[in-house]
């Protein structure tokens, strides 16, 4: 009964206060100080009765997000989606093409693995900033700020908003 988890799933607001919010934000802006990579934090309360019916799952909804948010467009194909569905208790990281590449499906599942731990003791906002932190030394290896004056993950050239959003 798929369909009955969406139908009663908590407002995000009830996981993701303001404070948890900015909590996120700060996460990120304090990542992307380390490496030229985005990062793009979203979370969902539930999939559309259209996606149920559909079969949609959370993979290809976080697909979905990642193209709704321009995640893939970075001039690097380096941003990062973490995305949370809250029906579901799902977690999906979802790398762009050239981090795809650098970094290997482990290193990904075991961020990922990090957050859900985090999520089901309870400590929703911990659980993505420890997310985020993981993911820090991954991207900051392969897109380290170079010093060029051009460093995409430097404040003053930020590609994507380090905002969370709610879906």
């Not at 979802?94 to 089901?120: H, N, S, Y």
Request: glycine fraction near 6%; include cysteine.
């Amino acid at each position: 009964m798929r369909w009955i988890r969406h139908l009663f799933a908590p407002p995000v607001r009830t996981r993701f206060e303001a404070a948890c919010m900015e909590r996120i934000r700060s996460a990120i802006a304090a990542s992307e100080r380390l490496h030229r990579a985005e990062i793009c934090f979203a979370v969902e309360r539930s999939l559309s009765l259209a996606d149920l019916v559909a079969g949609v799952d959370s993979r290809a909804r976080a697909s979905a997000v990642f193209a709704q948010l321009r995640v893939w467009d970075t001039a690097a194909n380096n941003g990062v989606l973490i995305y949370v569905l809250l029906a579901e208790h799902a977690i999906e990281i979802l790398p762009d093409r050239d981090a795809k590449t650098c970094i290997p499906a482990a290193e990904w599942q075991r961020v990922c693995a990090r957050v859900a731990q985090g999520f089901a003791e309870g400590r929703h906002a911990d659980a993505i900033a420890a997310g985020v932190e993981a993911l820090t030394p991954l991207l900051a290896l392969h897109y380290p700020c170079d010093g060029t004056g051009f460093d995409y993950g430097t404040a003053g050239h930020d590609e994507l908003p380090n905002r969370p959003r709610i879906l």
